[in-house]
């Protein structure tokens, strides 16, 4: 049964950082890009950072260009997620994702998901 668990969600204070990580069974590995999204209080789930599994390529929201940084780890099932220099805003429940299609920027492409991990950053 594909599977994709994430971690290292928390609380931070602004400034600080936090690293989330996502393992996910050997099927994941195979699809096309993996991601991570968010979704604040409020407001709808978007699109934080991709990368593409075979040719490294990334995306990332204006907002969180320079801060964040998603990578692969040398385990072929392990994502991760490095955010420094949180804000406020960052504070949303953040999900691992992953689909198997080209047109990774869009939420409705993606096929599997975690469950989700909670990251609170305070003032």
């Known amino acids: 049964q594909v599977q994709l668990v994430e971690s290292g969600g928390g609380l931070a204070q602004a400034g600080g950082s936090l690293r989330l990580s996502c393992a996910a069974s050997?099927?994941?590995?195979?699809?096309?890009?993996m991601g991570w999204f968010r979704r604040a209080p409020g407001k709808e789930r978007e699109l934080v950072t991709a990368i593409t599994w075979n040719d490294d390529r990334t995306y990332y929201v204006d907002s969180v260009k320079g801060r964040f940084t998603i990578s692969k780890g040398n385990a072929k099932n392990t994502l991760y997620l490095q955010m420094n220099n949180l804000k406020p805003e960052d504070t949303a429940v953040y999900y691992c994702?992953?689909?198997?299609?080209?047109?990774?920027?869009?939420?409705?492409?993606?096929?599997?998901w975690g469950q989700g991990t909670q990251v609170t950053v305070s003032s």
């Open positions: 994702a992953a689909t198997d299609s080209e047109n990774f920027y869009f939420e409705v492409e993606y096929d599997y």
């Open positions: 050997e099927r994941i590995f195979t699809s096309y890009a």
